[in-house]
């Protein structure tokens, strides 16, 4: 076996045009977070065996332990992974702390060109300083936080009589964050097929990063923005602009009138299973899911319809998604860029893509038939055409914990107002700031 292994490694090399790997065949260790995308990476790269020589395993870690668990072997040198699929948030530290390998002459060597990956997941999964020609990461997994909806609730007659009595215009996926809301609230404690219903399902958990995910959801169309001068640090006025303040406040409305009872503390996990246990008429989550929710028996098919997220004062989602790095302390980085050279193929890309995962491959995101190549893949485009997304620094995770617990305090727990929680988290920032040197 180990001399067919060699044998196959010799002729991938030889066929790629490859010169890192000398032909060893190795066990390359892949780390991501534990959902459907990863499933299909598993898949995927079962070619990638078969013509390397090399063996993949993979670490997997369910999202709420996937941060803690990764950024712990990261910070103490681990060698457990030799890539890394890490979040977006991840680069800054990733590349100042000597996390990840710098790739530029990597790619410069292989022919791999990040004009061939869509520009905004180039400067998001990528890029640190941000917007620099400096990579510590290939474009891996594209996302954005979307919206899914019962298709077959909203075309019930008297569904559809009752909303147009109400609100003048026809039931339909909303356009703005105001139409959802009026969606939402129409839905909340409505009895379909003799149970009582609910409007929506949204991010409040602050154990980890959900209610910042959520509510950033509604703030970037409203006008949030976290400075008024990129890279500058300076927040007064971006943070806490009237536009940011109405973003959260209408946040909170969202969740105090149109969430399921005790919907406290809830995420991914949780919107799935409001929806597939039929609670809410609308639930937000990762496009990464869209694929799973399409093909479940009970609420997908006809039944479910997918909707970009909706703007307000402009168009804007919050960006998920994930490049895939080579850890620094790998023993195995030679075997490890293969795997990056294989993945960055356009072939590879557009097989990525019809498993479940989302290329960021321009060849596979301009291709003629991709918008009708799935329910949401159109929803995607537009999603991602307008992503933004949280810090990106070293000192992410101190950001990140601020964030959660000045929004969950105002949303969930109810105490104080939009201005003073968003004055509050300018204090947290500067200090933050101020201890790494920035300000």
Same mark, same amino acid.
């Given at each position: 076996?180990?001399?067919?292994?060699?044998?196959?490694?010799?002729?991938?090399? #030889?066929?790629?045009?490859?010169?890192?790997? $000398?032909?060893?065949?190795?066990?390359?260790?892949?780390?991501?977070?534990?959902?459907?995308?990863?499933?299909?990476?598993?898949? +995927?790269?079962?070619?990638?065996?078969?013509?390397?020589?090399?063996?993949?395993? *993979?670490?997997?870690?369910?999202?709420?332990? *996937?941060?803690?668990?990764?950024?712990?072997?990261?910070?103490?040198?681990?060698?457990?992974?030799?890539?890394? !699929?890490?979040?977006? =948030?991840? !680069?800054?530290? @990733?590349?100042?702390?000597?996390?990840?390998?710098?790739?530029?002459?990597?790619?410069?060597?292989?022919?791999?060109?990040?004009?061939?990956?869509?520009?905004?997941?180039?400067?998001?999964?990528?890029?640190?300083?941000? @917007?620099?020609?400096? &990579?510590?990461?290939?474009?891996?997994?594209?996302?954005?936080?979307?919206?899914? &909806?019962?298709?077959?609730?909203?075309?019930? %007659?008297?569904?559809?009589?009752?909303?147009?009595?109400?609100?003048?215009?026809?039931?339909?996926? %909303?356009?703005?964050?105001?139409?959802?809301?009026?969606?939402?609230?129409?839905? =909340?404690?409505?009895?379909?097929?003799?149970?009582?219903?609910?409007?929506?399902?949204?991010?409040?958990?602050?154990?980890?990063?959900?209610?910042?995910?959520? #509510?950033?959801?509604?703030?970037?169309?409203?006008? /949030?923005?976290?400075?008024?001068?990129?890279?500058?640090?300076?927040?007064? @006025? #971006?943070?806490?602009?009237?536009?940011?303040?109405?973003?959260?406040?209408?946040?909170?409305?969202?969740?105090?009138?149109?969430?399921?009872? @005790?919907?406290?503390?809830?995420?991914?996990?949780?919107? +799935?299973?409001? /929806?597939?246990?039929?609670?809410?008429?609308?639930?937000?989550?990762?496009?990464? *899911?869209? %694929?799973?929710?399409?093909?479940?028996?009970?609420?997908?098919?006809?039944? !479910?319809? *997918?909707?970009?997220?909706?703007?307000?004062?402009?168009?804007?989602?919050?960006?998920?998604? $994930?490049? !895939?790095?080579?850890?620094?302390?790998?023993?195995? =980085?030679?075997?490890?860029?293969? &795997?990056?050279?294989?993945?960055?193929?356009?072939?590879? =890309?557009?097989?990525?893509?019809?498993?479940?995962?989302?290329?960021?491959?321009?060849?596979?995101?301009?291709?003629?038939?991709?918008?009708?190549?799935?329910?949401?893949?159109?929803?995607?485009?537009?999603?991602?055409?307008?992503?933004?997304?949280?810090?990106?620094? %070293?000192?992410?995770?101190?950001?990140?914990?601020?964030?959660?617990?000045?929004?969950?305090? &105002?949303?969930?727990?109810?105490?104080?107002?939009?201005?003073?929680?968003?004055?509050?988290?300018?204090?947290?920032?500067?200090?933050?700031?101020?201890?790494?040197?920035?300000?």
């Amino acid at each position: 076996m180990k001399t067919a292994k060699l044998l196959a490694a010799t002729a991938f090399v #030889a066929a790629s045009g490859l010169s890192v790997s $000398q032909a060893q065949a190795d066990e390359l260790t892949l780390c991501w977070a534990a959902w459907d995308p990863a499933n299909a990476l598993v898949e +995927l790269s079962k070619e990638f065996e078969a013509q390397s020589g090399h063996t993949m395993k *993979f670490e997997f870690v369910p999202w709420p332990n *996937f941060a803690d668990r990764m950024l712990n072997e990261l910070n103490s040198g681990g060698k457990l992974c030799d890539l890394l !699929i890490g979040d977006s =948030q991840w !680069i800054g530290g @990733g590349a100042e702390n000597g996390h990840y390998v710098k790739l530029n002459d990597f790619f410069d060597k292989e022919g791999i060109s990040m004009d061939d990956f869509a520009p905004a997941t180039v400067y998001a999964y990528s890029t640190w300083p941000k @917007g620099t020609p400096n &990579y510590y990461a290939l474009p891996a997994m594209g996302d954005a936080n979307g919206w899914f &909806y019962r298709k077959d609730w909203f075309a019930m %007659p008297e569904i559809q009589e009752a909303f147009k009595a109400e609100h003048g215009r026809d039931l339909a996926p %909303p356009k703005t964050q105001m139409e959802l809301l009026e969606v939402a609230k129409f839905f =909340q404690g409505r009895e379909i097929d003799g149970q009582k219903r609910y409007g929506a399902a949204i991010f409040t958990e602050r154990g980890s990063e959900g209610i910042t995910m959520g #509510a950033t959801s509604a703030m970037y169309p409203f006008g /949030f923005k976290y400075e008024m001068t990129p890279g500058k640090y300076d927040m007064e @006025g #971006a943070v806490n602009s009237a536009d940011a303040v109405a973003g959260l406040e209408f946040y909170k409305e969202l969740y105090k009138t149109s969430t399921p009872p @005790g919907y406290t503390d809830s995420y991914m996990e949780q919107s +799935l299973d409001a /929806f597939k246990s039929g609670q809410v008429a609308m639930a937000m989550n990762w496009f990464a *899911f869209f %694929p799973g929710l399409y093909a479940d028996p009970d609420t997908g098919g006809d039944k !479910i319809g *997918f909707f970009v997220n909706p703007g307000q004062l402009k168009e804007a989602s919050t960006l998920g998604g $994930q490049g !895939i790095s080579v850890v620094a302390y790998s023993d195995k =980085q030679d075997a490890a860029l293969e &795997y990056i050279k294989w993945f960055a193929q356009p072939s590879v =890309q557009k097989k990525w893509w019809d498993l479940g995962g989302y290329s960021c491959h321009v060849s596979v995101l301009n291709d003629p038939n991709f918008a009708d190549s799935a329910p949401f893949a159109a929803d995607f485009l537009l999603a991602m055409d307008g992503v933004m997304d949280f810090w990106q620094e %070293p000192a992410y995770a101190e950001l990140l914990l601020a964030m959660q617990k000045r929004l969950h305090d &105002y949303v969930v727990a109810d105490q104080g107002t939009a201005k003073e929680a968003l004055d509050k988290l300018i204090e947290d920032w500067t200090e933050v700031f101020e201890d790494e040197g920035k300000l």
